[in-house]
């Protein structure tokens, strides 16, 4: 017989908003829990997730959460911790690391109020292990999900050595060189807690071993590893797309763009994606290939993340900044070159997946990137992928994408211009392979790689 599963995430698959004083569930944001909530909804696993809001602490409050097919445990922590191991820890400094984002002149700093906020990501830490200890049925899988937790499965060794705990990475992996910036104690500290797990997964082989260098560089013999790139439910964005407000959305935006081609983004407002040199490069093709101005439209569908993060707004200003320059420069009467559009309105995003000529996907680095899988799969109009070999699903459509260099301007821009250009034939070819290249793998492949790898 299979053996119990309990999923760890700091968010969870649903999220909780008061409506006149009742609690009601949505689906969460992010791209962990739509991976894994298609695979694990509907089955009896536990899901152990942060109570993230006031009303998710409410439903916390009841203890259990039975809703939508889950079984979902809230752990409400104290939120002076929470900002500290979320803010601090996870998001300016183990994001930043893996993805290669300091501005090293400038950042990391690690002062006293930084070293506080360390503490504060072991409490937490320590916090998810006691409740995945008190919950998890004798001899359960657990499968550990991210940065933010990367020191739970030392704890659960202590307190249930019975579990097989499982550990897996979503993001890249810090080279030797890049983990060097981390205080050594600290480092080792994360590294070693790593390697308590019965083994550590990753999107990507460039990522597993980066992990493997990086811990033999502090001294430390990693755990195994295993290589499972994850994958949209394309059952979940069908729907999506089949949905009244997803058509809607794709008549709106059929009436703003006309005859003319479609460049489309969708991503979070956020500085591993690249959104700036994506514009830059757009700009390059308007300046140098006249034969484009007024006959391509560019929808930018991104959204706000991480607000709290000084970072994250003073790089969305950034993102509006350059597209109101390129719209000053460019719009003619009838023509605005860039559509942008921040709300966080997943419809309308699939409306823009159906509706793309070229997607552009060209992140400076990415644990994997689901919207490159998304939009091959919802596509409507044979649209053509360009997408950053520094992607971690780069190893998988490559080879049936235009390859991005994510620091390339004109690299990009030349990208674009072949997407645009490409002719009817050569678009089907392109997106046939690319679509079933994307159908091969389901969520529930990439989950039973996690149970596989506890059960070693
Ligand atoms: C993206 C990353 C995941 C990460 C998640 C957290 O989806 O790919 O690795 O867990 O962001 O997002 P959040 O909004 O919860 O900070």
Not at 10 to 18: H, I, K, S, V
Not at 192 to 214: D, I, K, P, S, V
Not at 379 to 407: I, M
Request: with cysteine.
């Amino acid at each position: 017989m299979a053996s119990p599963l309990v999923v760890v995430s700091n968010r969870g698959p649903l999220a909780f908003e008061l409506d006149d004083g009742e609690l009601r569930t949505k689906k969460a944001g992010g791209g962990l829990a739509t991976v894994m909530g298609g695979a694990v909804q509907g089955t009896a696993a536990t899901w152990v997730a942060g109570a993230l809001s006031d009303a998710d602490r409410r439903a916390a409050e009841r203890g259990m959460v039975e809703a939508e097919g889950f079984h979902v445990e809230l752990l409400t922590l104290d939120p002076a911790d929470y900002a500290s191991y979320y803010d601090v820890i996870s998001n300016a400094t183990l994001w930043f690391l893996h993805h290669g984002l300091w501005d090293t002149p400038r950042r990391p700093r690690f002062d006293r109020a930084w070293w506080q906020a360390w503490d504060g990501y072991r409490r937490v830490n320590r916090a998810f292990a006691e409740r995945v200890a008190g919950c998890a049925p004798a001899g359960a899988q657990v499968l550990v999900q991210d940065y933010h937790l990367c020191l739970v499965g030392e704890h659960l060794c202590d307190l249930r050595p019975d579990l097989s705990v499982v550990h897996f990475h979503h993001t890249p992996f810090a080279s030797p060189t890049e983990w060097r910036m981390l205080p050594a104690a600290v480092g080792n500290e994360l590294l070693n807690g790593l390697t308590a797990y019965t083994a550590c997964g990753f999107h990507n082989q460039r990522w597993a071993n980066a992990f493997e260098a990086t811990a033999r560089d502090a001294g430390v013999t990693p755990p195994p590893t295993f290589v499972s790139p994850a994958t949209a439910d394309a059952a979940d964005i069908e729907k999506v797309a089949a949905s009244a407000p997803c058509d809607d959305a794709l008549d709106r935006l059929d009436r703003l763009v006309g005859d003319r081609k479609l460049i489309v983004r969708v991503d979070r407002i956020e500085l591993s994606k690249n959104i700036v040199r994506g514009f830059l490069a757009y700009d390059d093709l308007l300046r140098t290939r006249p034969e484009w101005r007024e006959r391509v439209v560019f929808g930018a569908f991104v959204y706000p993340s991480r607000e709290g993060l000084a970072e994250y707004q003073a790089y969305r200003q950034e993102v509006e900044g350059v597209i109101d320059r390129i719209n000053a420069e460019w719009s003619t009467p009838g023509w605005t070159p860039i559509l942008y559009d921040a709300q966080d309105d997943f419809p309308r995003s699939v409306a823009a997946l159906r509706r793309f000529d070229v997607l552009l996907v060209n992140p400076v680095r990415d644990g994997l990137n689901l919207v490159a899988k998304e939009g091959m799969i919802v596509n409507e109009r044979d649209g053509v992928l360009a997408l950053s070999r520094e992607s971690g699903v780069f190893a998988e459509l490559g080879d049936v994408a235009l390859e991005v260099h994510p620091f390339d301007v004109v690299g990009t821009s030349d990208a674009l211009h072949r997407g645009l250009s490409m002719t009817d034939d050569e678009r089907r070819t392109h997106f046939t392979r690319a679509h079933e290249r994307v159908l091969q793998r389901t969520g529930a492949d990439w989950l039973a790689d996690q149970m596989n790898a506890a059960a070693q």
